[in-house]
């Protein structure tokens, strides 16, 4: 509904701001606040006027009423007080507030900014300008922030857009420009203390006298893709992630979010037909699939685990063994047992989504989802059973189960057009465009005319032709792709050639080798946006796994259409600014660090491919079956890590400043230094490997004996010390999801290796083994999709080879063992299997084994079994001792630190404010009073009501509860006692606040 349509009310408006002295203006009542914000009746409105109140509550320390007004007669009456120095706002319900300043929250399509506007003292004055800009030049998301007086008379800041959702961008705008407080995808940043003037110094600041925005993006569609896969992404997000995500974009002016699904493997997008779709949009059928975690192994290539077996006291994090999303957790981890189970998992998994998008919806969001080309079939699917028939099932499902805009159809990472130049007609590119027209054949079909198709992939269009999709798909489908080459290339020249006006770019704000390490890519994020944005894109989204480590490039991706002359060193200035308090000087010096470190030395964009993608920042992990794996090194360059001992020489500035930017400071400071214990680790690690290589070669047992005293196991001692350095430095920093999804990746995909292993061969060394060799092979079968052996060691393994394998059955008590895809091993106890299943002996020697290159170790989806024998080597004389420190211990040794997990913002009416914290300490034992503090949102005098907690599960440091929030929000603190006795508060600085974002006062 919009504001003030009666002719009282724009009478009342234009009295109020015309003349001087007003004729029976009322003295200044008692009551009188210094400001108030005035929203427009609308859920959106409301949201905006609350986030503006709240947030002038943060930076000044007082907390404006909030007066909502409606659309019928006598809605909204304002009276100048005598003095000139007030206004009395009568709104609906007759609610009553005097106020000296205005911030007002309305459409401009109500009739409330152009009678401001009118009532001012020229038509040619800012405002009205600024509308008439708003009306006849600015696109959908145009907004204008402007400060209005007439004399002496109060202030008024008229936050309008064309649209709610602009409006609800032109109240942030307001908040980015008037106040300290400043916006990240993963939180806000909040001022350490309120100003000293309170809010007499904000209404006179230069920022709130001066104010006249008026911005508009050059891009329609912006946004985020979250990518399914790793740990450290989406895999681990809940319903509250999402929706705090959701918040955040709002705040960055984002409106967009997309899914990517791998087909039959992962819970976004059931795959089925239309018969097996209850009307409540659950399923008949399914089939397994799963999210990543930490019971399958963290990470692609991680070796599955439990929580608890993590070392450094890594494990305090984890509420459970198998930890990964609360529905993973609950229906099946690591995966679903059941045919049930199955169905319950996409069931789930569609309450969630329904959940998280319908709160998108509210501000405005896009949402997406969407699976790969050629579409598979499922199990289920009869012969007869077309793709059309599928994608028709699949949309009804959708539908039925959650709220989407857009469905997109990627081609896959290894689709052969991306890289060879097949002509058009090939079937590979041929089939791939039957598919988009089976799911545009369908969308029609079913009348699903509010869905919206679009392509993506790992490129654009096939190589022969990039912009191919263009010149042959519907004029409904939109063109998107994520950047080639993990973003290392400037955008595809195609976009540029592409006669359709909706065609979205997606660069990367990070990419999965380098998944467990630190990168930072603004200058590129900026330099790609402008580049894209000069082909005239419609759609600018990053694709990411993690939030809080990519904040600067989120800030520029965000900014970027709004501000196209923007740059990094802009974007950092501002960055170390508001995070760390910083002001001349130390701002520049830290500024520098990061502009020195960001992207690719020197700035230049795009890097020399043939070259490598050189990165200003050091890279100690690589991808090895899986993303950001720490392996080992021949050298470490401390002079490379020079920029971590630079930002820590403004430690002492930053501390001046107060706890929270500190707190900000030493969340980048502990990623950095857990970047270069990183590289140490890797390299103790290298030095390690090549000890324990001479180690074995040597033949005299008496020499091994002294060399494994003198050299191995000092240098194991070492690997541990940098090893737990590593953790600690980020358990300093964890405090998302993706924090927690890294401490998964180190865990279960590099310490195996590096910690396990090593440790296995030096007891190998000193005690002696059973060492086993293969003995006849029995020959080559194909393994999918049911399993020829019974037992499966592991299918992703980079200490895989034939003896390996062999050696993992033997303790396993089984006497055939098989290897496949160069990383899986097999047992069984049978020398003979399923004749059907038999395979040429050269598809067993395609690929050599991960360990031992010169060995065959099967191929996909083909295993070679053999036979093995084993016998017992034999102990060096004299074995020395292995010292306590040459192990990995449970115990935690960084410092001591309390964090919430995912702190919403703001919730729906009736909607608790969910909380899980975590306490770091050196001690399993329960901690202590760890309470939550909280009262109603600027109470005053204070009335913290306390709430003791306890833990989730004995022997981890994670507790969970939950608060109710009342209509005009809550603001809520949590306390601790360390073992030593040493306090922990969360959040530092000043309390967290949650708002209501929606219903009544």
Known sequence: PTCLRSKMAIAVWAVVLLAAALAGAEPTPPSTVPLAIVACDGDVHLRAARDVARYVYLDTGSLPPVVVTGDHAAALKLSRSHDLSAITVVAAGDAKVTAN????????HSTLPATIAAALASPSNPLAKALAWLATESREDGHVVHTSRAAAAPTMVLCTGATSRAVLYAAYTFVEKVTRVRFRLHGDVIPDTPRRGGVGDLVTSPSWQSLDERLDSSVAV??????????????????????????????????FIGLHTYPLSEPNVWTGTTELVNPDGTVQAAYPTSYMNSGAGGDWGGVPGNTSGYVFGADQLFEADCYGSKINMAVGCPVPTTAQADVNMFDAVGKMLNDSFSYGKRLHMLTCVGTEAPLKRPPYANATTTAEDLYLGTFNRIAKSYPIDYYWIWTGEGWKSRFAKNPVSNPDIAGIVDDFMAAHNARVKGGFTNLKLATNGWTVGPMI?????????????????????????????????????????????EDDPGLAGVQLWTNRTVKYSQDAMALNVSGLLGIHWRTRALAPQFVALAQVPWQSNLTSQAVYAEYVQHEFGLTGPDADKAAAVFNDIDSYPGGKFPPPLDRGPATAIPRPDTWSNGPGRIAPASSYNPAAYAFVDTFASLRPAVAAVGPASLARFDYWLSMFQYLRAMAVSAFRFGELDAALAHAKSMPDATQRSAYVSSTVLPARVALVEAAAQMVANLSAAVSTTGGLGNHANVQQHSFPSMLGDTMTAIEELVHGTQLCVPKTELGCWHDCPTRVMEHTVTIKSDANDQAWCAEQCQAAGYTVAGVEYAVACFCSNHTSFDPSDKLPEAQCHA????????????????????????HASHPVPNPPVIPPAAYATKAYQGPDRLFVLTPRSAVEPEEAASLTITVLAQTSRPLPGVVLYHQPLGQQPPKWQALPLARVTAGRNVYRTSVPVPAGGLEYLVNATTAQGSPLTWPPGQPHTVIVGSGTL
């Open 222 to 255: 912006r946004g985020i893709q979250p990518f399914h896969d790793f740990s450290e992404g989406p895999d681990w997000w809940n319903a509250d992630e999402y929706k705090l995500h959701f918040d955040q974009m709002a705040k960055l002016k984002m409106n």
């Open 101 to 108: 300043h205005l911030v007002v929250v309305a459409t401009a």
């Open 847 to 870: 690929m050599p084994c991960a360990h031992n290159r010169s060995q065959p170790c099967g191929g996909s989806c083909s295993l070679l079994a053999y036979t093995f024998e084993c």
């Open 465 to 509: 032709q990039r912009d191919y999709f263009d010149t042959v798909l519907p004029s409904d489908y939109t063109i998107t792709s994520i950047n080639e080459a993990l973003g290392n290339t400037n955008i595809e020249p195609a976009y540029g050639t592409m006669k359709r006006p909706n065609k979205w770019t997606i660069p990367w704000m």
